[in-house]
């Protein structure tokens, strides 16, 4: 449903929006001929669906492994409080770490799973001793490393 106009998306807006999720760089042309438009109607669609929120943005996907960031870490995070001002003060300071890639609430045994990526598991022990550890609340952190990416909707 389109929140903003109350009208539910039809076929066509989700083939814009299939076909932009695999190629945000596609000619708004070869959209149009892909989704059976003529490109003023897919270039306001296009338009409409950004307006109402369906399309966030547009970015580069990076390869981290070619920045030197091949490493990657799940971390549990058990908080001592849970309430709402100390919540927010997690939020806020785990968002300013970049090697922070993920951030989520969960609903578990603990309270947060961080996806940390660095450069290698001497680098990740510092991020987790001096940063994550240090973060408002933390009372008690686990970390899982990836050995692999299995499958990852950014490639």
Do not use: W
């Amino acid at each position: 449903m389109n929140s903003a106009t109350n009208r539910p998306l039809d076929q066509t807006d989700r083939k814009i929006l299939a076909e932009l999720a695999q190629n945000g760089r596609i000619s708004v042309a070869e959209l149009s001929r892909r989704v059976n438009l003529s490109k003023t109607p897919c270039q306001a669609r296009i338009h409409r669906l950004e307006q109402d929120g369906f399309i966030l943005g547009y970015r580069a996907v990076i390869d981290p492994t070619r920045l030197g960031l091949p490493h990657v870490a799940f971390v549990e995070v058990r908080l001592s409080d849970t309430r709402k001002a100390a919540l927010e003060a997690f939020n806020k300071a785990v968002r300013a770490l970049p090697e922070v890639e993920q951030a989520h609430m969960i609903a578990s045994s603990f309270d947060y799973l961080l996806k940390v990526r660095t450069k290698d598991i001497a680098a990740y022990r510092e991020v987790l001793g001096e940063k994550i550890s240090a973060l408002p609340h933390v009372a008690h952190t686990s970390t899982h490393v990836s050995m692999e990416a299995v499958k990852d909707d950014a490639d």
